[in-house]
């Protein structure tokens, strides 16, 4: 990490594939890999629970090497 890194976060959407963007939050957490999850559930906007179960945020910054892009994709495929 560097003082001057931009950490910014690339959204995915698994579009109603609930189970899979569960795995690949899983996988993600157990090979140590951080992300985010984005778009909290609100009682009012019933989309927002469909987005926030469908979605994972991967980590994008300079810092980031071609090993850890790679890790990232071969998990992702897997799932």
């Known amino acids: 990490y560097t003082p001057n890194t931009v950490y910014q976060a690339l959204p995915l959407s698994f ?3 609930f ?12 090979a140590g890999v951080e992300f985010l999850q ?6 009012y906007f019933k989309n927002t629970e469909m987005l926030y179960m469908c979605n994972v945020c991967l980590p994008i910054h300079q810092d980031l090497t071609i090993e850890d892009i790679r890790k990232v994709c071969q998990i992702i495929r897997k799932c």
């Open 15 to 17: 579009k109603f594939d």
């Open 19 to 30: 189970e899979r963007a569960r795995r690949v939050r899983a996988k993600l957490k157990e």
């Open 38 to 43: 984005y778009y909290r559930p609100l009682d």
